[in-house]
């Protein structure tokens, strides 16, 4: 993945959440090759924070199944596989979908607006090729409309599945900006409409249509093998 427009960290109020998305990021372009142990005391230095919230970050990603521990050598990349992909994208599908359709039931025109104008940012970001502000931007577009669907413990569920797909990957995918184009105009269309089936198949669609080239990338990354 071209990481060149992506800042190489930015220190924010949340460290650990920072350090896990700086190491998430690094799994998913193939800098930390399944196999490699991370060490504390050198991502601190790199980051120039403290052992502290590196290690809060990697105790996230084991968690999420990127890393494992082993007592005395630290913890270690795990390998992702084709199917770990898949199935994140067909949790995202189900959840995201159930979503965007309880969304066209309750979205205002005035979220609707505000939806057309964040879309209206992200595909001037894509004819900037500007990673940092189109995952941003593409963050506020579900966002919105989770929080129009009014579904708190759904949205929490995706937010939590969220964090298994690399986000900042896919703007740099062959063809994704006008995919992406595509299925978010076809939301948007589908929610003004108030047409909850429409807004359903259009956001589960969404995230199934990634999963090939997300794959083939990974694959030519050296990430899945």
């Not at 759904?154 to 986000?167: K, N, V």
């Amino acid at each position: 993945m071209n990481t060149a427009s992506e800042p190489e960290f930015a220190a924010p109020a949340q460290l650990s959440h920072d350090v896990a998305r700086y190491v998430r990021r690094r799994i998913f372009n193939g800098t930390f090759p399944a196999g490699e142990y991370l060490r504390l005391d050198q991502l601190a230095t790199e980051l120039g924070v403290s052992v502290t919230p590196v290690r809060e970050a990697l105790l996230n990603l084991r968690a999420e199944g990127l890393l494992v521990q082993h007592p005395r050598r630290g913890f270690m990349v795990l390998e992702v596989t084709a199917r770990d992909v898949s199935d994140v994208a067909m949790v995202q599908a189900f959840v995201g979908g159930e979503l965007a359709a309880r969304a066209a039931e309750h979205i205002t025109a005035d979220q609707v607006a505000e939806l057309t104008r964040i879309q209206e940012a992200l595909e001037q970001a894509y004819q900037h090729t500007d990673v940092d502000r189109m995952v941003r931007l593409n963050h506020e577009f579900h966002r919105l409309i989770n929080v129009a669907a009014d579904s708190p413990k759904l949205t929490q569920f995706m937010s939590g599945i969220t964090r298994y797909a690399p986000e900042a990957v896919f703007p740099t995918l062959e063809g994704w900006p006008d995919l992406s184009i595509r299925d978010h105009r076809r939301v948007i269309a589908a929610l003004q409409a108030g047409d909850s089936d429409a807004a359903r198949t259009a956001m589960a669609e969404h995230f199934e249509v990634g999963v090939q080239p997300l794959t083939e990338h990974l694959c030519e990354r050296g990430v899945i093998r």
